[in-house]
């Protein structure tokens, strides 16, 4: 039982480029999210999805593109990455909307 | 503003101290209660959590927090840190009238506090 994976770990990308961050899950979750944390802000969400087949903007998501592939998995998009978007990345998943969420290990992006 | 507070946002401490983190939230209504921790390069685990029932619950590692309704705080305590504590600490909460409302923010988090151990 992995939890919650996620790829890469490490990203450079110089500004304009695009990359996908991948997610999943095998806890059978409903719920799936993309956070970014920044220092002295917390975390903040990008985008959620509530459950299979749906996907809503969470408190930051311009920038950002999501698909939720199937119940195990949800990927985040940079279409044309910018410096402001260099930050750690996390997913998480839960079963319900309010239930605890499990993290994965980060991926930590440098846009130059 | 709807928010999350942590007052601490840098915490030293010697071994054997007590320890007691501060968390405020400013909703209404029925809430969910968080807190995680994340250690030095890795990723935020579960601390503990209020759902309901009993306001004192106990976490892993020794950790508990207290939800005192009427304060809208749930801080955290340990009464003998570890150097092993050596983290940083994010209280977080789930408003039911913003996960089910439809809002942006299902689960708010505090900026977080840093806390260092020495041995």
């Known amino acids: 039982n992995a939890g919650v994976t996620q790829t890469p770990k490490f990203q450079v990308l110089k500004t304009g480029q695009s990359m996908t961050l991948q997610c999943a899950q095998d806890?059978?979750?409903?719920?799936m999210y993309w956070y970014r944390q920044d220092p002295g802000m917390g975390l903040r969400l990008i985008y959620y999805?509530?459950?299979?087949?749906?996907?809503d903007k969470g408190e930051v998501p311009n920038g950002y593109n999501v698909s939720r592939l199937n119940k195990r998995e949800f990927s985040l998009r940079l279409e044309s990455a910018a410096p402001s978007q260099t930050s750690v990345y996390f997913c998480?998943?839960?079963?319900?909307?309010?239930?605890?969420?499990?993290f994965g290990p980060g991926t930590r992006l440098t846009v130059l | 503003a709807q928010s999350v507070s942590q007052h601490n946002h840098h915490v030293i401490l010697s071994e054997a101290a007590s320890l007691e983190l501060g968390c405020n939230y400013s909703?209404?209504?029925?809430?969910?209660l968080f807190w995680y921790v994340q250690y030095p390069g890795q990723h935020l685990q579960l601390l503990l959590k209020?759902?309901?029932?009993?306001?004192l619950v106990k976490g892993i590692k020794g950790f508990e927090a207290e939800f005192i309704k009427s304060k809208f705080s749930f801080n955290l305590r340990k009464p003998s840190v570890q150097w092993s504590d050596t983290a940083e600490y994010f209280c977080?909460?789930?408003?039911?009238?913003?996960?089910?409302?439809?809002?942006?923010?299902?689960?708010?988090f505090g900026t977080g506090t840093l806390l260092a151990v020495q041995p």
């Open positions: 209020y759902f309901s029932g009993d306001p």
């Open positions: 999805s509530a459950s299979e087949g749906t996907t």
């Open positions: 998480a998943s839960s079963e319900y909307i309010t239930d605890t969420q499990y």
């Open positions: 977080a909460v789930t408003p039911f009238s913003l996960a089910y409302g439809g809002a942006t923010n299902k689960l708010i």
């Open positions: 909703y209404g209504g029925t809430v969910n």
């Open positions: 806890m059978n979750h409903n719920s």
